[in-house]
């Protein structure tokens, strides 16, 4: 099965400054990658997703890349906010429909954006 | 648009009994509704995948006697967690898809916090 890796688990940086997340995944059949932003005991929220058929997606300060080649894709936040401290979850999907939708997410990365 | 419901938000309940948690859709239909667990600290773990009308397909290592999962309607699915332990003490959440939500997105209720004594 699909197995995504996430680093870093915790990230700490200054307001204004950058941050970037990284995820790996291993099944070749992904296609549909999301990004969660998720605070302390509430749902995970979707922020930005992306499919194999784009390299890059922006939103505003957040934009993803993905290189399907490589199996990797990234999330950037430029100009973080500290409304940007949360717990982030990268995650990967068949994309199809049923059980071929389920996803399969990283391990989180803690985000602490400091004053 | 696309909101989940989840009920109830939080349950505290003594070892060997069985608890019910539903997950609604309220303004799409669901064909596919999605459990996951969440540990504390941790990343989500998903439990099963349920489409309406049809049996859960469970993943590996999930009990699927103990975790009994339903998918009767296009808005309605519940997780049951027969004769809980502490061990089943965690944050379940769900999440769903279907019509007319767009492409492949999942929309996550608001979780349940079990918690077995």
């Known amino acids: 099965g699909e197995n995504v890796e996430q680093h870093p688990s915790t990230l700490s940086v200054q307001e204004g400054d950058s941050a970037v997340i990284k995820c790996t995944y291993s099944?070749?059949?992904?296609?549909?990658f999301p990004w969660y932003k998720q605070e302390l005991g509430k749902r995970p929220q979707l922020i930005i997703d992306?499919?194999?058929?784009?390299g890059e997606k922006k939103d505003q300060r957040i934009a993803v890349t993905l290189n399907k080649t490589a199996k990797h894709f990234s999330l950037h936040i430029t100009e973080t906010q500290p409304e940007d401290s949360a717990v982030y979850f990268c995650a990967a999907s068949p994309g199809g429909a049923g059980t071929a939708s389920k996803l399969t997410f990283g391990t989180g990365t803690r985000l602490q954006v400091t004053l | 648009g696309a909101v989940v419901s989840q009920h109830p938000s939080r349950v505290i309940c003594k070892s060997g009994t069985s608890v019910k948690i539903e997950c609604r859709s309220l303004?799409?239909?669901?064909?596919?509704m999605f459990w996951y667990r969440q540990f504390p600290k941790k990343s989500l773990m998903l439990m099963a995948t349920?489409?309406?009308?049809?049996?859960?397909?469970?993943e590996q290592g999930v009990e699927k006697d103990k975790f009994l999962i339903n998918h009767a309607s296009l808005t309605l699915s519940t997780l049951t967690v027969t004769s809980a332990h502490p061990e089943d003490s965690s944050f379940y959440i769900c999440?769903?898809?279907?019509?007319?939500?767009?492409?492949?997105?999942?929309?996550f209720g608001p979780g349940t916090r079990l918690t077995v004594l």
């Open positions: 999440s769903a898809r279907g019509y007319p939500t767009p492409g492949n997105e999942q929309f």
């Open positions: 303004d799409f239909q669901a064909t596919t």
């Open positions: 349920s489409n309406e009308g049809s049996k859960a397909t469970y």
């Open positions: 992306i499919r194999s058929n784009v």
């Open positions: 099944d070749s059949a992904s296609n549909y």
